[in-house]
Structure formats: structure tokens, C-alpha cells
């Protein structure tokens, strides 16, 4: 079956603008989890979704960062006002429900902010 | 403050030999584990996990450890293969599977 997908794999943007972007889980997971991993860097925890709600905002960094899941299935990360800092790869990830360890991630989205 | 770390970015092993990556971790309330493997230009792919009520568990040629007085665990992988050549993070979490703390990963290098 279809795995977790990502779009888009690749995003440059200048500095200022406000980027988007999308995750789509395998269907059936309940629990979503956004990551992101800056060069060097392990994988930063930012928000966690069970269903359509967030129980857990507190990885987001900062309040140009904010998530939305819409009808328990497609999530999207939107970052306004982009700095150079926000540049990393953007993960998603999903899993079948909260009480599942077994999480099974995208390939990744890539930011790069000019 | 990183309650996961890993502290070898990088370990080169002979093929057919042990390769040991070693995690450790600050926080006593985690109470799950788990390795996950990466290749380049894909996400992560979970490998093996282990309880805290655990302190061994064997899946083929993969087996984790948790020293849980340590607050250590090791992956250990035998007989190596070139194809094991990936990025491996630890990965820990609390009771509820809502957030997982991960540490920055260890490149395996396995030589033919």
C-alpha cells in the first residue's frame, strides 16, 4: 500500500515569504507527528496530531510556525515569515494510533530559505 | 537540552564483523526505545524497539540492549552488511507515544 507522502520534496524560498507544506499519512493512522532535522542536527520533535486535534503544540519554535489536519488525514505545516534558520528537512510521520511506537515517516520535505 | 544523544556521528566496521551504536539519555520517566534506520533522501525506517521493562530484545541479526541504571542502550548488529550502511538514531519516549525525543544519529560505514 501506499506509504507517507510529502510535497513538495524540495522548497526554496526568500527570506519573508510564507511557505507551505504537506503531508499525507497512510490512511487509517490516527496519530501524526511533524519533525524537523536541521543539517547535523537529530530529529526535532515539533507537533504531534491525534485525529484532527493537537494535544501537543510545544516542539512548534516559534508562532511562525503553525500545523492544521483536516478530516483526520492531510496535514499541513505552514511557515510565515521564513528566516535562514527555518532551512532543514521537514518530516512527517504517522502511525496507526497514539498507543502505537511504531511510526512510519515520508522521505522528507527540504527547505531552503534564501 | 538533548534528553537523547548520540555520541559517535560516524562508525566504519569490516563486513561480517559487530557493529555496536550506542545511545544515551537523561530523562528516567522514558519508558520505550527504538533504532530507526535512513537511508539518504528517504525518512526514517523504524528497525527494532525495546520496553523499559526489557533489557534485551533480539529481532534476526539486530539486538538492542537497555541498561536502564545507565540510562544506556547499544544496538548491536551481527554479522554487519554492506547493506546495514545507513544513518541510525535512537528514538525514546514516554508511556503515550505522543512525543519521541531523538537523538542526532550515528553513520555506519560497512566495508565489504
Known amino acids: 500500500g501506499a506509504g507517507v507522502s510529502q510535497s513538495p520534496s524540495n522548497k526554496v524560498t526568500e527570506k519573508g515569504k510564507d511557505v507551505e507544506l504537506r503531508c499525507d499519512p497512510i490512511?487509517?493512522?490516527?496519530?501524526l507527528y511533524w519533525y524537523r532535522q536541521s543539517l547535523g542536527q537529530g530529529l526535532e520533535f515539533l507537533i504531534y496530531?491525534?485525529?484532527?486535534?493537537?494535544?501537543?503544540k510545544s516542539g512548534l519554535p516559534s508562532d511562525r510556525f503553525s500545523a492544521e489536519r483536516t478530516g483526520g488525514s492531510v496535514s499541513t505545516l505552514t511557515i510565515q515569515r521564513t528566516q535562514q534558520e527555518d532551512s532543514a528537512v521537514y518530516l512527517c510521520?504517522?502511525?496507526?494510533?497514539?498507543?502505537?511506537?511504531?511510526?512510519?515517516f515520508g522521505p522528507g520535505t527540504r527547505l531552503t530559505v534564501t | 537540552d538533548q534528553q537523547v544523544k548520540q555520541n559517535s556521528p560516524s562508525l566504519s566496521v569490516q563486513e561480517g564483523r559487530i557493529s555496536i551504536l550506542n545511545c544515551d539519555y537523561t530523562?528516567?520517566?522514558?519508558?520505550?526505545f527504538l533504532w530507526y534506520k535512513k537511508y539518504p533522501a528517504e525518512g526514517p525506517t523504524f528497525l527494532i524497539s525495546?520496553?523499559?521493562?526489557?533489557d534485551k530484545n533480539e529481532d534476526g541479526r539486530f539486538t538492542v540492549f537497555l541498561n536502564k541504571s545507565a540510562k544506556h542502550l547499544s544496538l548491536h548488529i551481527v554479522p554487519s552488511q554492506p547493506g546495514d550502511s545507513a544513518v541510525y538514531f535512537c528514538?525514546?519516549?514516554?508511556?503515550?507515544?505522543?512525543?519521541?525525543?531523538f537523538g542526532s544519529g550515528t553513520k555506519l560505514n560497512v566495508k565489504p
Open positions: 510521520a504517522s502511525s496507526f494510533s497514539q498507543g502505537s511506537y511504531e511510526q512510519y
Open positions: 490512511s487509517g493512522h490516527t496519530a
Open positions: 496530531f491525534q485525529g484532527n486535534s493537537a494535544p501537543d
Open positions: 530523562n528516567s520517566m522514558f519508558d520505550y
Open positions: 525495546i520496553s523499559s521493562i526489557k
Open positions: 528514538a525514546a519516549s514516554g508511556p503515550h507515544f505522543n512525543k519521541f525525543y
